[in-house]
């Protein structure tokens, strides 16, 4: 006869053994996507890692130009600095000058010629042929005693225009 009890804890025994089979099976499973896991943050810290490194590197060679470039300028590259810009700033205020001192030299050549003409045009200015040097003097004596102009005039047959630019010429009247 055949033994139910028997059968049974084979049928147990073989449950069990599947059970534990898959387990094992869904453990393996479970570990390999783990370790995927696992590989791809490692993969991600190691990229952060070198990524850190690089920037720190960069970092000290940035802080080590910036450090030779910064020296302090000494006394001959401050002087010359310093010149420089004095000479920008002032180079459009000597041009201004420039300008300035040709704009008034010919406004004094144009006022020389001027005067050139103006001195030529008295000189082609005619006295008048009736006063002489006696008349001049007669007309002075005459003014000096206090004799008007108009009597000063008809006693010498002159103009009182005459007579008037004679005192005017001696600085008289």
Known sequence: MI???MISIEYLV?????MILYLIYYVFTKDSEYHKNIRSVATVAEELNREI???KKKLTDTQKTIKSSTSRMNDDEIYQEVERTVYDMVKPLSLGLKRLEES?????????SRIATLESGV????I?????GNDDE???????????LETISKELHISKAEVEFVLKINKIK
Request: hydrophobic share 40%; no cysteine; net charge negative.
């Open 3 to 5: 033994d139910f009890d």
């Open 14 to 18: 073989v449950a069990m053994a599947g």
């Open 53 to 55: 490194f690089y920037l």
């Open 104 to 112: 008034v030299q010919s406004i004094d050549e144009h006022m020389n």
């Open 123 to 126: 000189k082609q200015i005619s």
């Open 128 to 132: 008048p042929t009736s006063v002489h």
């Open 138 to 148: 007669k007309i002075i004596s005459l003014f000096k005693q206090g004799i008007p």
